[in-house]
């Protein structure tokens, strides 16, 4: 499905890759953020240290390039006890990230401190069936590879702050997404299903359920990873939302509620803008004029 969108392309979902993990490492980390601000911090003490120690050793080549000694001894020993130091305040910012951010990234502490970072940020993030959406962007955790997607762009910044601020960078772009390119695939797909079923049937309005053209869409082992069902459902609302319903050959789009059908299985559930929940079940096709 990589016609639809560019490197850039809109979405909504955050996706969790992964079953939740037990939160233990979350008391030990206290949050992401906080341990990374803290590693921030005494990295730049380190980096002070590290420019006095650097000096000692300057001291101590000049008094072995003349050759004082008595001078050089006590720069020595200065020398070593600062050296010391470097080493213990190193071991101290390093065992600040002394958990398993594996199992963090995989459990609901990484998700939740990512809705409280953006809600202090105002950045509208909503968590629905195991996903976080912010319209109209998608992140997915890859907790294996220590990073997530934005957009199927691969991130390694995983500082909730800096997430955010991506997330208003991307939003604030023009959106990718292309919905004539989406309608006529939907087309194609809906008039191969609606054949099965009789020719004569085609433009007549016949409702076919959503899910049953992601199948179609989706064939190849591959695809359905690489397009999930919630990107499908972002782009059914992303087209429902922009009003682009007719196709090139005339034949308008119209998208039925899941009214009367209690299996959630088979019908696309997505957040739309400004949080509400939006529910589709089918669509169908009609000859216009």
Not at 48 to 57: C, E, G, L
């Amino acid at each position: 499905m990589s016609e639809l969108f560019d490197s850039e392309s809109a979405t909504g979902l955050l996706e969790v890759v992964g079953v939740d993990a037990p939160n233990s490492s979350s008391s030990q980390a206290g949050s992401l953020e906080q341990a990374l601000a803290e590693i921030e911090e005494q990295a730049g003490d380190l980096v002070k240290t590290t420019k006095q120690v650097m000096a000692s050793f300057k001291k101590i080549k000049d008094a072995a390039k003349v050759g004082d000694l008595v001078k050089l001894r006590k720069l020595l020993e200065e020398g070593k006890s600062a050296t010391l130091s470097l080493g213990c305040d190193f071991v101290k910012t390093q065992e600040r990230l002394n958990f398993d951010e594996g199992s963090y990234l995989a459990g609901k502490a990484f998700r939740q401190e990512l809705l409280t970072t953006a809600q202090q940020m105002g950045v509208n993030l909503y968590e629905h069936d195991g996903y976080l959406f912010s319209y109209p962007v998608l992140l997915k955790i890859l907790h294996k590879e220590r990073a997530v997607s934005i957009d199927r762009v691969r991130e390694s910044r995983l500082r909730p702050s800096v997430l955010m601020k991506r997330l208003k960078e991307v939003q604030n772009k023009p959106l990718r997404f292309k919905p004539q390119t989406f309608l006529e695939m939907l087309y194609t797909a809906y008039s191969i299903v609606v054949a099965g079923r009789g020719k004569h049937l085609i433009g007549k309005g016949t409702v076919i359920p959503l899910l049953e053209l992601y199948q179609l869409l989706t064939l190849l082992p591959w695809q359905a990873s690489e397009y999930t069902r919630q990107e499908f459902g972002r782009d059914v609302y992303l087209l429902d939302k922009m009003g682009t319903i007719t196709t090139k050959n005339g034949h308008r789009a119209n998208f039925h509620a899941s009214t009367g059908v209690r299996d959630v299985s088979r019908t696309l559930t997505v957040i739309a803008q400004g949080g509400r929940e939006k529910t589709y079940y089918g669509i169908s096709f009609v000859k216009a004029g």
